[in-house]
């Protein structure tokens, strides 16, 4: 028995499978925003209330991560993907007949179980796979992730138009019940080096937060998403307020970002081996920041033509589909036997930071603003992003890494 059961250990799941599990948090994420005026109707609402529906959701999923991957170290990684995946379809049925608006706060928070997906995509390719080829894998399986964003506000508009704000819940729970059956029959466990206990799992925390390695990846990853999270909390504003978009627009807009990163992806999918981890984040950072930065040139020329602002965006997105799958796969790998909880601290780190930047660059908008606070935060993130990638491959170098 113990040879067959090593022998599922080393299995590794389908890259399909790993696609499936992780882009149900996205769904959920962006599937329902073009129903948020509806919903505030229907519950008899604000708007700002109902919209906490969306960042409850992500507060909880940085606040989940933390919990999720030494989980996962302690108890394996099939165990806890198939808990969160039910409690995540529990808590969409329960948001489809919520009685108010109280009921369906609740239940978003108790939705963000879905980021197990992406926490633990992460730490099975690192189960199973070399440090490059994780790169390699991360970024083949964040590039079919990536399709979910780029559709998910599409149809959900179209969904709301017809059968109501529900009906974007039902098409959520139909992905996330999909989910739960493939990675219940396809995926074996992964994790060979469970540990003792899991209160062990938060004791080694000081163990990744003390590694210099660790921290650089993780800032990298940060400032990376950070310019993009920054796009979403300022976007809509300057696409509605100054650019004078429709919702409708904007989202037509929005997939040329979606695209982008879409091609950074398989970038990174197709030469991250060849040209390294650390050379693939620093030439994604380098894209980024031309793209921003030729973005802030055309608006102080006068250009106020929604591809001033998209066009360039567009290098954001690749830059950072290049960028993120080597920085997340060099936070697991600093210290292998903590994938998990190297990839949930990473991640909250990284999903916490970026919410931070996506709430200043909104506060500092107004009329008499412009445009230039979202081009500004996000320019000085892509910059730092590019100097934390300089620092790690100083240090590759210095300890001939490199």
């Given at each position: ?60 999923m940085a606040l989940l991560q ?35 608006v109280h009921f369906l706060l ?29 790169a390699s894998k991360i970024g ?263």
């Amino acid at each position: 028995m113990g040879g067959v059961f090593d022998s599922e250990q080393t299995k590794s799941p389908r890259m399909a499978t790993l696609i499936i599990a992780t882009s149900v948090g996205p769904l959920a994420l962006n599937v329902f925003l073009p129903s948020l005026p509806g919903m505030a109707r229907y519950f008899a609402v604000d708007y700002g209330v109902v919209q906490l529906a969306l960042s409850l959701y992500l507060v909880s999923m940085a606040l989940l991560q933390l919990a999720i991957g030494p989980a996962s170290d302690r108890y394996g990684r099939r165990p806890v993907l198939l808990t969160s995946l039910f409690i995540f379809l529990t808590a969409t049925v329960a948001a489809i007949f919520s009685p108010n608006v109280h009921f369906l706060l609740v239940c978003r928070v108790l939705q963000a179980f879905a980021a197990s997906g992406i926490v633990l995509s992460r730490a099975i390719v690192r189960d199973t796979v070399s440090t490059e080829d994780a790169a390699s894998k991360i970024g083949y399986i964040t590039m079919g992730m990536s399709v979910t964003p780029m559709i998910a506000p599409f149809i959900g508009g179209y969904l709301d138009e017809i059968y109501g704000w529900k009906a974007s819940f039902w098409l959520t729970f139909g992905l996330g019940l999909v989910a739960l059956i493939v990675v219940y029959f396809d995926l074996a466990e992964t994790n060979r080096d469970r540990s003792e206990s899991f209160g062990q799992q938060f004791r080694t925390y000081p163990e990744l937060i003390s590694s210099p390695r660790f921290w650089g990846y993780t800032l990298t990853a940060t400032f990376a998403s950070g310019a993009f999270f920054a796009f979403l909390g300022g976007g809509p504003y300057v696409s509605t307020e100054m650019l004078k978009l429709t919702p409708s627009q904007y989202g037509f807009y929005f997939g040329i970002i979606s695209i982008g990163y879409m091609l950074g992806n398989f970038i990174s999918g197709r030469f991250s081996r060849r040209v390294g981890m650390n050379r693939m984040m620093f030439a994604g950072n380098v894209v980024a920041t031309i793209g921003l930065a030729t973005s802030l040139l055309l608006f102080l020329g006068g250009s106020m033509h929604p591809l001033a602002l998209f066009g360039p965006a567009a290098f954001v997105g690749a830059g950072n589909g290049m960028t993120l799958p080597s920085a997340n796969a060099g936070i697991v790998s600093v210290r292998p036997h903590l994938a998990g909880s190297a990839s949930g601290l990473g991640g909250a780190l990284t999903l916490g930071g970026g919410a931070f930047l996506a709430a200043v660059t909104a506060a500092l908008l107004s009329p008499q603003s412009g445009p230039y606070p979202l081009l500004i935060v996000t320019l000085l993130s892509a910059i730092a992003g590019m100097f934390t990638t300089i620092w790690i491959i100083h240090r590759a170098a210095a300890a001939g890494d490199l």
